[in-house]
């Protein structure tokens, strides 16, 4: 199976699980995204990329003409249209496709978004190419993801743990990785928000469906790892951990 069945593939089946996730259906970041569009003149069009069962869109749909619900899962976006439809947001379409080929005119979007999407994708600097492609001039972008660590000893560690949970998971990028991959697609880039997400185990791995010799396998991981790491993350008994998470902004250079 390549990846981006699989991807489609795990997230179909989990629709449901992220849609009711306390993990994703709230949090700052959510506010955030709300307050950012409720300050605009709300006119723009914005593209959700990789909207998973659409959280990100709810919170921007009352304050902007469209948003389109982007994802390679088709039983995530029929999560979506039927949340949406429930709350009355009728600002919001839904599309289906990959991150890396976008289906859209060029300068269609004022803004693009991303929440909890981007360590999935198979090629992130395509997908900022043609983010950059599908962004009118002076279009702008704010992704919010699980971030990678700097320290080497802490980054491999919640890579594997990521993987092993997740098998479509590619990889948590660090801050540094980000501000490259967005200046090299023609991006003004910075991070502007950092903090924790607490994830309770049995939550976690029950979402995605974890098969249980995977489970077995992260819960030794936490047990074997050297004290430094399982202080970092916070590891607590029952396997429950934080992860590190950011928001990054980006205004489209010009040309």
Same mark, same amino acid.
């Given at each position: 199976m390549k990846h981006h069945d699989q991807v489609a593939d795990a997230f179909g089946s989990t629709a449901a699980a992220y849609l009711t996730s306390a993990v994703h259906a709230s949090g700052a970041d959510l506010q955030n995204l709300s307050a950012t569009f409720a300050a605009t003149c709300g006119n723009a069009t914005v593209l959700d990329m990789g909207c998973g069962a659409g959280h990100a869109s709810f919170a921007i749909a009352p304050h902007v003409r469209e948003v389109v619900a982007y994802d390679i899962a088709p039983p995530m976006l029929a999560t979506v249209e039927a949340a949406a439809k429930e709350r009355g947001l009728a600002t919001i379409r839904t599309q289906q496709g990959a991150a890396e080929k976008l289906p859209f005119a060029d300068a269609s979007f004022d803004w693009a978004v991303s929440r909890m999407s981007a360590h999935h994708w198979r090629d992130v600097p395509a997908a900022l190419a043609e983010v950059r492609r599908v962004l009118k001039p002076g279009g702008r972008l704010k992704f919010i993801d699980i971030a990678g660590i700097d320290d080497p000893l802490y980054d491999t560690h919640i890579q594997a743990i990521e993987i092993l949970r997740d098998a479509s998971h590619i990889r948590d990028y660090r801050a540094d990785e980000w501000? $490259?991959?967005?200046? $090299?697609?023609?991006?003004? $880039?910075?991070?502007? #928000?950092? %903090?924790?997400?607490?994830? #309770?185990?049995?939550? %976690?791995?029950?979402r995605m469906r974890t098969p249980p010799e995977r489970v077995t396998a992260i819960r030794s991981m936490w047990t074997s790892a050297p004290d430094e790491v399982r202080q970092y993350f916070n590891v607590q008994e029952d396997g429950s951990f934080e992860l590190d998470a950011m928001m990054i902004e980006a205004r489209q250079r010009k040309q």
């Open positions: 501000i $490259a991959m967005l200046d $090299a697609a023609g991006f003004d $880039a910075h991070i502007t #928000e950092r %903090w924790r997400i607490p994830l #309770e185990f049995d939550a %976690w791995v029950t």
